[in-house]
């Protein structure tokens, strides 16, 4: 029997998690919701052509947390409403799907922590690129002791999304952000796989952060090029700066390096690196190297003296011996959704988790404290890049948590 | 007329040196100096085989500075004398050609900016990664506008030097101070490259910088598995984290993120990034981005909705088009020295300020700015990431200084 699952905010977000859902008979869309009605319409004509049972409708997403056939209820709505929303979903018993972002402040973190740990269901982030193949890789051979002892990561995002000037126009909310906000807004895609390759808040934690922000120079002259010199739109103000660097030091001494950039024009990366003491994973070389297993050679100098040379290994090399469980398992089935399987392995944990009563893989505590790291971000930049402390959201339970706190087929 | 150089402290690196001077007319190599007797007998040895003049030789350095017929002197020495005897030989009236590396104290460097400004002489770190093709053809592309306004960037020593842990026990001291200290011990390469093409002390400046240390590792692990717990060489602990992150904030408003690990296992980079508001370079990536010149298209998501990829060029592309005119001229009459012709560059643009009577394309304030990195990098890390400031070693020069403030044919 399908899981009954509520959207509420029917934007492009939505529309790619329903694509991903056509595809996979675990998940029912029993409700949408929407403030604006066009929204709601355009969704319904989706189902129609698809052939799929049309989901109830709602305008007041109250009304949707009310329905007592959604047993999950999943948020693509705006960055200053989801938190709030996935709250309320939890408190009438729901599992909440989130979709990625930041914090706007810690309070609406700890608000979400309490909301799931009295009535014990699940807010997750759906955030795919922790089921992406390379990433669940690295970490199948992280936990098979290739990579040795684990010290340092690196991620980024960076997209070109400086098209976002033209959108404050509209009140779109990211722009907004962009405008105003001085941080590290976007964090997720690559501080998630990190976080559970590293065991934070099962075993490890972050400590703290110092955070960086360049000038800005992306956002307005797209604005300016766009509208001119206006005095209004061509002339508004981004506090956002181009490039934001964050470093977190986590618990057992490793240290991660953020980078956010998304306004200028540039390739897409996620800039991954993850680092141990026997090995390493670059997503912008394309390479591991395994000590042992990759290759060494000894060379001489201009001055015949002798020094060594390490080489990457492709990382498709590793493909067949290394595949995580969890993509071989769905690979043979077919991997749906968009954003090469990674969605519709996202949603499916999502639903495996609500279908047997268990936590989910990303849990309360992961979004909390992957979601602090925006706020403390922003904090640092406004402190002149002074260190910031990360709240512990588990009071203490991460030294004794493990791995297992979250089991199942989608377990990370 | 070839220039007459001295070389005090005759290790590798003074083997790679003369390897790359034997090709160069431009420079005779006239006077020699160690302590040790065994290194200025195999020095000699080499002038020998090479059919060259054999230099004069000394014991003491306080000699070869005296040496009246030297009138330049390169000091190969460890890090913890090399600004002593630059300064000395400044003193003595003689250009000082150092080698790459950080600062212990900041007095150290305003010492060495003190005697340059006293006696007119230059004080140049012979930082071979300057004259680096690729770094050469960005700043070419830079200064062309290509880039639009600058913004980023990045750079790293990342390079598997953990044998250094068995070179304690002989009292190397690149590997003394990976014992006793905890910082980016190594930044010039990449900064080095950085900074010229970002105007520092010609119009911008370093203004402060946040530094990041991970616990260690990797040294202390090469020690355990060469010698063993023995309690002596095999326990011995470092104080070097193995990646070491700084953040550095510039006067202009770009930020530069250094990247330090020499002590894992791992393919050599230098991690280079040049980012500004039209155009990127990243070395990991092998390429170059540059808006309007490199490929961009409009594809659809699986819901339909349109989205923007940007493409790499190879930077080998740019080449034809964009090589910087002193790699240009020099690569006509064959490269020389080790490291792709970089030696042979860096030495030819000392020898030729000396014989011009000009100053170094890389002075002694880019000495002490560079140099600086090392030493705020450990107070920092000592503050637990606090931010630190950089001096102004220019005193205020660096506002009305220009990148004609060193002319000659190999300014930068």
Redesign the interface.
Known sequence: MAVRLGIIGLG?RA??L???MRDLPLIEVAAICDIVPERVEKMLSIFKRDGKPLPRTYADYHDLIADTSVEGVLVPTSWNSHLAIATEAMEAGKYAGIEVGGASSIDELWGLVHASERTGVSCMMLENCCYGRNELMVMNMVRKGLF??L??AEGGYEH?LS?MALAVESGNERAIHNRFRRCDLYPTHQLGPIAKTFDINRGNRFL?L?S????Q??FE?RAAAHYGHDGKWGDVRFAQ???V?T?I?CA????I?L?H?VS??????RHARI??????W?E??K?I?V?GVSR?ETLL?????PY?????DPVEKFYEEYDHPIWREYAKSGLV??HGGM?GLVLSAFADAIRDGRPTPIDVYDVAAWMATTTLSEQSIAL????VAYPDFTNGKWMTRGRDATSGRFAL
């Open positions: 492009p529309e790619t329903v694509a991903a040795g002892e010290v340092y070109d098209e703290s110092t960086s922000a360049t000038k120079v992306g002259a700066g181009d490039v660097t470093v030091k057992r001494g490793e240290n390096t980078t950039c200028l024009p540039r390739p897409y990366s680092q141990g003491s026997r090995g390493i670059s912008d070389c390479g190297y000590e060494r100098d201009i001055a015949g003296n060594e040379e390490c080489h990457w959704g968009g969605d002149g890049s002074a260190p």
